[in-house]
């Protein structure tokens, strides 16, 4: 059946967002919905994440990463999702065809709704621009963290971990567990960029020091990496002349971001936020195109794989709805701006009577740490419409915000909605 050329549902990718995006379909009366997997296996990116940390959400449990998969794997299986595995998507068109090749050939699928659930990818050495030389020994931190947790090889033994994002703490503390010695994290920003709990957990608990506005100047070394040259930066980012200092290693992990895996969805015409790189997308998750959605990492790079999981439940829903033509009043949407102290919100624009279904929830980072008491507040111009208080903010930390269904009326009025983060 698997097969077959004409579906419900397609779904891109079998990361968190893709499983969960598949089953919520098909739990919502999606009858023929496929999964399209690039590897030979379902799970995506949690394949190799096997420190714990994933489902305390979701579950209340404390699970690694293939793990969590299988839950979400088994319960697609069960409810008859189909899957075409080691197959590379080429194209997605505005019309829904979704073009497909394995060693067979080139194939044309269709669909009445599809799921882009293609995840992120890392910033790379050429992308943040690192002079010096061309040695081997420079790794993204995730491509380290496949080397060790997948092929069981060590990529070095000296290691300096350049960005405090999420996979490159875990990373340090994984590296130090297989006997590597991780000299320093430096991070360019004055502030963490991943989870306080990772800092706690795999620097702070193992030793390893942080330098913030610290950056990587200069790659040394020939066959391979043998030192680098770490430096201070000012508020502009500017290496500040006497702060240079040599960092003997023979490995750079670099943990400098992710980015949202959007060719795709660019191919099919969707409109991209330039500051997310991701979708615009309203509350079901669906795109600027009708019947295309989008699920998890590749609208907004998320914190928890909890939220990836719960993003892909909604944009399943959606795509349900528009598969079986019972999408109920597409209506005018409102847009939602972000406002005082927040870069970016999603989705960035919500029907105005999506509230007559439910709740809507709303997600956020702000520009800069805030370490007391804060406010987050959704406004029509100065009104506020709703708001909820935070024991503080920080851009590596996702704010949320719930908008219940008795703000109903208010949204319904609006012509825009902008969300602030302000200190109380």
Known sequence: MANKKNWDVIVIGSG????????????????????????????GILLQCIHNGFGLELFGEDLPGPMYAQKFINEALKLGVKTRLDTMVMDVTPTRKV???????????????????????????????IPGTRPAGVFTAGLAQQFVNIEGWMPGERFVILGSGDIGMI???????????VERVL?????????????VQCLLDFDIPLQLRHTVSRIMGNDRVEAVEAVQVDER?????????????DTLLLSVGLIPENELSRQAGVAIDPVTGGPYVNEDME??????????????????????????YVAGRGAAKCAIAQRKGVGREVPLRPGENVRQVVPHRMRKDALVEGDVKLQMRVTQPMEQRVSV??????????????????????????????????VNRAESLTVRVVEK
């Open 16 to 43: 968190p967002g893709g499983l969960a995006a598949a089953i919520e379909a098909k739990k919502n009366g999606a009858q023929d919905v496929l999964i399209v997997e690039r590897d030979v296996e379902l799970g």
């Open 99 to 129: 073009y497909v090749t394995k060693r067979d050939g080139f194939e044309e699928l269709e669909a009445r709704a599809i799921v882009l659930a293609m995840g992120c990818r890392e910033r790379t050495r050429p992308q943040i621009r």
């Open 171 to 181: 990373m340090a503390r994984r590296l130090t567990f297989e006997g590597g010695k």
């Open 187 to 199: 991070e360019i920003m004055p502030y963490l960029t991943g989870l306080t709990r990772n800092y």
């Open 237 to 249: 980012w500017r290496p500040i002349p006497g702060t240079e200092e040599i960092i003997p290693c």
């Open 287 to 312: 795109t600027n195109v009708p019947g295309i959605f989008a699920a998890g990492n590749v609208v907004h790079v998320y914190d928890l794989v909890d939220w990836v999981t719960a993003a892909g």
């Open 377 to 410: 507040q959704l406004l029509d111009g100065e009104d506020v419409i709703t708001q909820h208080t935070e024991r503080y903010a920080r851009p590596g930390e996702m704010v949320t915000l719930k908008i219940s269904q008795k703000a109903y009326d208010a």
